[in-house]
């Protein structure tokens, strides 16, 4: 039975066709033989204007799509638990500001700012904000 959309994620889904309303070249664009730069700083910023910050503990934005590659920037509240899941492909999370508990194989992490984690895909991890914090995901691989 599929659970009912949250009001949370309604506006994280909006806030994300706004983003790629605005940004129509990154989608896709690496597909196309072309580069993108993006300013996380400003994404950051900009990300926390939103309606979807202000009303839940999470929001986030695909930076970057393209064939075989998903960059996306995660915003995270502090207390805000991504419960535990795996991917089709490997992926690196990279802490750009706050501190994480990053879970794998049933070992906690603490990961802070400037620092990556990597995993391979099918692997079982969750995340915890133990500050408010920015992410940057990358999911690449074959088996997108």
């Known amino acids: 039975m599929a659970q009912p959309t949250k009001d949370s994620d309604r506006a994280r889904q909006a806030d994300q066709a706004t983003h790629h309303a605005r940004h129509p070249h990154n989608e896709n664009f690496l597909a196309q033989g072309g580069s993108v730069v993006v300013d996380i700083r400003s994404e950051i910023a900009r990300l926390k204007t939103e309606p979807a910050w202000a009303?839940?503990?999470?929001?986030?934005?695909?930076?970057?799509?393209?064939?075989?590659?998903?960059?996306?920037?995660?915003?995270?509240?502090?207390?805000?638990?991504?419960?535990?899941?795996?991917?089709?492909?490997?992926?690196?999370?990279q802490v750009i500001e706050g501190r994480i508990n990053f879970i794998a194989h049933g070992k906690p992490?603490?990961?802070s700012a400037g620092a990556i984690v990597a995993l391979d895909r099918g692997i079982e991890h969750s995340i915890e904000a133990v500050e408010e914090?920015?992410?940057?995901?990358?999911?690449?691989?074959?088996?997108?």
């Open 109 to 111: 992490q603490m990961v």
């Open 55 to 93: 009303s839940g503990d999470r929001h986030g934005s695909s930076l970057v799509k393209g064939d075989g590659i998903n960059v996306a920037l995660l915003m995270l509240k502090k207390g805000a638990k991504m419960q535990e899941h795996h991917t089709r492909a490997p992926i690196s999370v």
């Open 133 to 144: 914090s920015a992410l940057v995901l990358t999911v690449g691989g074959e088996q997108m």
